[in-house]
């Protein structure tokens, strides 16, 4: 089970910061479009060969590829699918934690 939390945390892309100049304590930067990167969609695609059976990695392989379809159309803009990315991200994470808790049996209750 941590072997698919770890997959899930792979595929992952997080990407938030703040700004300085506008008064929050913290600099937030550009949001990065990891969809400019060909090498990450092949790394995507090969762990999701590996690993045909996880439809929650799957989930997330297929909503990057969408998402990056979408942006480099001009469909949606890059922090909407940030966004939704990383919503859909920590959902599988915390259905990955759940399904862990409910296969491990607890002693002495």
């Not at 059976?53 to 480099?72: N, P, T, W």
Request: aromatic letters at 6%.
């Amino acid at each position: 089970m941590f072997l698919r939390i770890l997959l899930l945390t792979i595929v992952s892309l997080s990407v938030h910061a703040g700004k300085l100049d506008d008064g929050k304590p913290y600099k937030e930067a550009e949001p990065v479009n990891f969809c400019l990167n060909p090498q990450d969609a092949i790394d995507n695609e090969t762990l999701a060969s590996k690993h045909p059976e996880d439809q929650q990695l799957i989930k997330l392989v297929a909503l990057r590829a969408g998402l990056c379809e979408l942006i480099s159309k001009g469909i949606v803009k890059l922090e909407f699918a940030i966004d939704l990315f990383n919503f859909e991200h920590k959902q599988n994470i915390m259905k990955r934690i759940q399904e862990e808790r409910e296969s491990t049996p607890t002693i002495g209750v």
